[in-house]
């Protein structure tokens, strides 16, 4: 019996189930929170004056999920540009010691991209590994999402980072057939 947080609040419906995921090699599941997908979702560059946005992901982690309760940023100190985003590393650190007495644990980034059908730059993909193996935690795997302009939560870029890069696509250009 394996039933958490996530799983819980979905069983309990009427929750949507866009944001669930099944990692691979372990009885774990990723659920993302209405709450979460909504607010990253309303941070899309659908016009094509807004600058990327981004933010942290935090979640409660029990041995059978990944819940994805909360998505913040982006911050006024962030450096935003159409086609870039930088986050304030200060504030991303702060974050995560206030959301750590609150028992969420920090667990990847997200950030916006003006295309439809986003896919990580190799600077994305270079920031996810160097972040995973630099930080202290006990995690598998650090979750990257990208938003694209797109309203469809599907057509959104999600996927686990280890230290050496990709461990699993999830969901996006190249995890669909
Ligand atoms: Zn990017």
Known sequence: MCLDFGRKARNAGPVSILGSYTITGVDQELIFSPNAIEYMRMQRQSKIWQAEAGGQLFAKVTPCEIFVVEATGPRATDVRTRTTYRPDRRAEQEEIHDRFKRGLVYVGDWHTHPDKLPSPSARDAHSMV????????????????????????????????????????????????
């Open 130 to 177: 160097e972040c995973f193996s630099k930080s202290r935690h006990n995690l598998r795997a650090f979750i990257l999402v990208i938003v694209g302009s797109g309203s469809d939560w599907l057509d959104s870029f999600v996927a686990l980072y280890s230290g050496k890069g990709v461990l699993q696509m999830l969901q996006g250009r190249g995890a669909k057939e």
